[in-house]
């Protein structure tokens, strides 16, 4: 009888081999992707492997660690009562519009004042009625001219310019809205077919209310502030053809005192070409 023989087919040969086996299994059994490795591995590489393991069909042993709900957007009562406070609100406001926008159109005489008019609008239409308004037109490259009515008994530069800030952003706004009119009008969707649907925010300032945006056949939108737009930009009188020093008595010069007149027409030109290169302050 061969012994070598008897030895391979016994029991203890036979245990003594095994062990091998598992070692060969398991490097099999690391490659396998667990949550636990995950939490050991640096976030670029944990994103690389979840990749991989999706590409690969392969699921993710373990347990899933639970993502902490973020306190903001868990529903409690208060929040709930606030959300629907501010649902009616926003229906009331809605309504509102749509009501004074009909009262508006049906009266001949204030067919022409938008539904959505400012505060310094509608005390320019009332100084216009009353006689006492200075009316002063400001060219833009690029853009329309904007009709700036201020109704103080002796306006200054520095009013002047804040009218001049707020009517130009609300007709880029109404130029967005109607602009997303138009959108819904053509994909056949009503003004109200979502309640849900809010207008888009307008910025309260963009390099587009100063001049044309458009550049190379696409728009380029830069959002600036005003306080940067008055630093790169000033007011040129297209009359006298002579740049308006806004600096003069800390912006409390009157508009006389500029030599700017009622129906006078105003112009943004840029402020290095006449007053040169001036410290930011």
């Given at each position: ?82 959300d629907f406070d501010r649902s009616e609100h926003n229906a009331m406001l809605a309504s509102t519009s749509q009501e004074l926008r009909r009262i508006l159109q049906d009266v001949q005489a204030l ?171």
């Amino acid at each position: 009888m061969d012994r070598s023989g008897n030895r391979d087919r016994s029991p203890f040969r036979r245990s003594q081999l095994e062990p091998s086996t598992l070692k060969e299994k398991r490097p099999e059994r690391s490659n396998v992707l667990t949550y636990k490795k995950l939490q050991k591995m640096p976030l670029n590489l944990r994103k690389k492997a979840v990749r991989e393991a999706r590409n690969r069909n392969e699921p993710i042993l373990g347990k899933k660690k639970k993502r902490r709900s973020n306190p903001r957007y868990v529903k409690t009562a208060r929040r709930v009562r606030n959300d629907f406070d501010r649902s009616e609100h926003n229906a009331m406001l809605a309504s509102t519009s749509q009501e004074l926008r009909r009262i508006l159109q049906d009266v001949q005489a204030l067919s022409d004042i938008p539904h959505d008019i400012t505060n310094t609008e509608l005390r320019g239409e009332i100084a216009i009625a009353e006689g006492r308004a200075t009316t002063i037109y400001v060219q833009r490259d690029g853009l329309s001219t904007l009709t700036v009515v201020l109704h103080h008994h002796e306006p200054t530069i520095a009013q002047l310019k804040r009218a001049i800030a707020l009517i130009s952003r609300a007709q880029h706004k109404r130029t967005q809205r109607e602009r997303c009119e138009e959108r819904f009008r053509r994909r056949g969707i009503a003004d109200d077919a979502d309640e849900r649907r809010q207008p888009v925010a307008v910025a309260s300032s963009t390099g587009e209310l100063v001049y044309s945006a458009q550049r190379n056949g696409h728009d380029h939108r830069a959002f600036v502030s005003w306080r940067f737009l008055w630093r790169c930009f000033g007011l040129l009188n297209v009359d006298t053809n002579q740049p308006i020093d806004d600096q003069r008595s800390s912006g409390r010069a009157t508009l006389k005192e500029l030599g700017i007149e009622n129906a006078a027409t105003l112009k943004f030109v840029h402020r290095v070409k006449y007053f040169g290169r001036q410290r930011q302050s």
